[in-house]
Each structure stands twice: as structure tokens, then as C-alpha cells.
């Protein structure tokens, strides 16, 4: 999903751009983009973000389109991961198991 809904809720705002909204939470532009643009992002920058729009949170996930509506998210190790269907929760699911293992072969090292 495309910087979530920001260019949609940032249409609501006059004369406020996507560099000041950056500039809001403490990032570049390109930083804040990239951030939001991949496929998992931290709480941190996501409140933020919400605050500085004056939206909850979750408003950030809600699909702009008539496309299904992301049924949840988790939060994991201060990421917040997509799950829009049960292939996505395996996905994570794998991908916190690999990082919980690859820990725990660390530590027996």
C-alpha cells in the first residue's frame, strides 16, 4: 500500500506537503517515502505520523480504494507487519521465528 493513505489525508490539509510532514516528524522526505513505502515500518514513526495528521492510527491502513481493508496488523519487535491474509501471518510468523533462531545460534557461538 503506497504511503498508506498520507497523500490521501494530506489532501485534507491546505498547503502542507509531504516535505513538511517530514519535516514534522524529523525525517527527510526521501527517508520518511522510503520508510513508509516498505514492508514493515516501527510504531515510532507511525505515531508520529498518525499525531501529526490528527488521524488515529489505524487510519493510516485503511484501504483508499475499493480494495479489501487490511484485516490486522502485528506488532513485533517495534515493527508493525501487514496481515492481509493467511499467507501474510505465515510470512511473518517465518520471519520471526528465523530471527528468533538466528539469535538464539548467536548466543550458542
Do not use: C, H, P
Not at 94 to 103: H, N
Request: aromatic share 12%.
Amino acid at each position: 500500500m503506497e504511503l498508506f493513505r498520507i497523500k490521501e489525508i494530506l489532501n485534507q490539509f491546505d498547503n502542507y506537503s509531504i516535505e513538511d510532514l517530514a519535516n514534522s516528524v524529523g525525517v527527510s522526505r526521501t527517508n520518511l517515502y522510503n520508510y513508509l513505502s516498505s514492508s514493515n515500518q516501527t510504531i515510532n514513526i507511525l505515531q508520529k505520523v498518525s499525531k501529526e495528521l490528527r488521524v488515529d492510527i489505524r487510519e493510516l491502513f485503511k484501504s483508499n480504494n475499493n480494495e479489501k481493508e487490511i484485516l490486522g496488523f502485528l506488532l513485533m519487535d517495534d515493527f508493525i507487519y501487514y496481515v492481509k491474509n493467511e499467507q501474510d501471518f505465515i510470512d511473518v510468523i517465518d520471519r520471526f521465528t528465523e530471527s528468533k533462531s538466528d539469535k538464539n545460534n548467536s548466543k550458542e557461538l
